[in-house]
């Protein structure tokens, strides 16, 4: 029976697999999904109090298509014997489908190290969490001043002090200017303080120092610059990205049995701009690598890489939120009405469960127009 195996349980592996079944239909195929977790993670979720509401079990998506998952991390794969090594037993595909994800990049020789803190995984998100569980008034550092910095920091604000470090001399660099205006005053509203074309060099033990020589108060200290893709993808390429990312064509084929989906895949959005490493886009890619893997050993018509339009939404805490549209970030959306945004696509992120019917039919809506506000509703704009 031919096999399909598809490294990685984030949203990229989870619609892979789905949107392999949805192409496999009743025809004779294997599908696999090789993960060490039991839950799909909700990445973008972690920033919010309580980590452990964010995560959905693999089983309620995977056993209602029929997809396997076996519980391994992946070491090696060997693209010429067409086999994967999980936990050290040899697993051999017909089609693989990399969707490993990504991981923040950690400083290195920074003194203390070990005493940051992060929200990328979900272990990291608890650790923040516990260790400032049921404080009043904590002082917290953040480093990164980009998405995952901003989000971090204006939840935190709510019951502590925090200030935001970023080595550039403006906040939000990587959103350009578009929202800038709307995140510094949320900022300001907030009562979070920044220093800008700063980084910290060393973290102790209720402190971090700064580049330029200040040493404050941290409670805890929160690092979130970086991601780069996993290092599978070196065994796949040796022609990656800057971000380590797999280059794929329009299909997500990486090479003839090979497909790529999520952060470790470099497809073209448009003629102009590559993919995020974001669930807006892991998820679509997802979709189409696992059809197309399928597909492609059924001799099924592969599908296009054809994503909808680019949108931001960045949670501001206390402040709201902010909803942009386009690769300007045009901001449409802010405070309370951006909020009710930012709700709406955090449940949207949910995949269904339990319901193959729901799944499949979920897996086959790639192109998704957000978001769902009162006044798109109004113009009559495509809901999600």
């Not at 084929?253 to 895949?265: K, M, Q």
């Not at 802010?334 to 709406?344: H, I, P």
């Amino acid at each position: 029976m031919a096999h399909v195996v598809i490294i990685g349980g984030g949203f990229a592996g989870v619609w892979s697999a789905a949107g392999a079944a949805l192409a496999c239909g009743d025809a004779d195929l294997r599908i696999t999904l090789i993960a060490p977790n039991t839950h799909l993670v909700l990445r973008p979720r972690l920033y919010e109090p309580e980590p452990d509401l964010a995560k959905v079990q693999l089983s309620r998506i995977l056993e209602p298509i029929g997809v396997e998952h076996l519980r391994a991390s992946v070491s090696t794969i060997d693209t010429g014997r067409r086999v994967v090594v999980a936990d050290g037993r040899e697993i051999g595909y017909d089609r693989l489908v990399l969707a490993a994800g990504s991981r923040l990049l950690r400083p290195q020789g920074l003194p203390g190290a070990d005493r940051l803190f992060d929200i990328d995984t979900l272990d990291g998100a608890r650790r923040l969490t516990d260790h400032l569980r049921d404080r009043e008034g904590y002082s917290a550092v953040v480093v990164g001043a980009g998405f995952v910095g901003l989000e971090a920091a204006t939840e935190l604000a709510a019951r502590g002090r925090v200030l935001l470090v970023d080595r550039s001399e403006v906040v939000g660099n990587p959103l350009g200017p578009g929202p800038r205006g709307e995140i510094e005053a949320a900022l300001d509203r907030l009562g979070v303080e920044r220093r800008l074309a700063t980084t910290v060099t060393e973290v102790g033990d209720g402190y971090a120092v700064l580049s330029d020589g200040t040493k404050v108060e941290a409670d805890a200290v929160v690092w979130s610059v970086g991601l780069r893709a996993s290092e599978l993808t070196r065994h796949i390429s040796g022609e990656l990205d800057h971000l380590g990312r797999v280059p794929v064509d329009q299909r997500l084929r990486a090479l003839p049995e090979v497909f790529a989906a999520g952060d470790t895949a470099a497809a073209a959005f448009d003629a102009e701009h590559t993919v995020m490493q974001a669930c807006q886009h892991a998820t679509p890619l997802g979709k189409v690598a696992g059809y197309n893997a399928a597909a492609d050993l059924l001799g099924v018509p592969l599908r296009d890489f054809t994503p909808g339009p680019y949108v931001t939404c960045l949670d501001l805490g206390g402040a709201g939120a902010i909803f942009t549209r386009g690769w300007d970030r045009r901001v449409m959306a802010s405070g309370a009405e951006g909020k009710e945004v930012k709700k709406r696509i955090n449940q949207q992120i949910h995949p269904p469960v339990d319901d193959a019917s729901k799944i499949l039919a979920a897996a086959d809506r790639v192109r998704i127009e957000l978001p769902f506000f009162p006044r798109d509703e109004e113009r009559g704009a495509p809901a999600a």
